[in-house]
């Protein structure tokens, strides 16, 4: 960073950053709006979404990468839930052999 000499610098980057700023602003204006209108009642009554969902050329649709993120989702929770599941009943296995060799070894001993 350049060493700041006199207040005209300061007011010259203030200025640079409040412009930046607002261009920002209009952009992400610009943004909401068109993914308002792209998700508008009527537009998914039409079924017109699918054109203008394009992310990039080659992407795919933002429809599509919403979907696939919602799945990867599920997926995930339901292999922890399965996961959680099997684990409790190998553990209830684990235990009823023990027992069961417990008795095995028990009666073997008397």
């Known amino acids: 960073m350049k060493k700041i000499k006199?207040?005209?610098?300061i007011q010259y980057e203030k200025m640079r950053l409040r412009l930046k700023?607002?261009?920002l602003e209009k952009q992400i204006s610009?943004?909401?709006?068109?993914?308002?209108k792209d998700f508008s009642v009527k537009n998914i009554r039409e079924d017109k979404p699918r054109d203008g969902?394009?992310?990039k050329h080659g992407e795919g649709s933002m429809l599509t990468n919403i979907i696939e993120i919602g799945a990867g989702y599920l997926s995930r929770r339901l292999s922890e839930k399965g996961g959680h599941q099997l684990e409790l009943t190998l553990q209830k296995g684990a235990f009823k052999l023990a027992q069961k060799?417990?008795?095995v070894f028990n009666k073997k001993a008397k």
């Open 6 to 9: 006199q207040i005209k610098d």
């Open 30 to 36: 610009r943004k909401w709006n068109n993914l308002k």
């Open 21 to 23: 700023q607002i261009e």
């Open 101 to 103: 060799l417990k008795t």
């Open 53 to 55: 969902f394009q992310t």
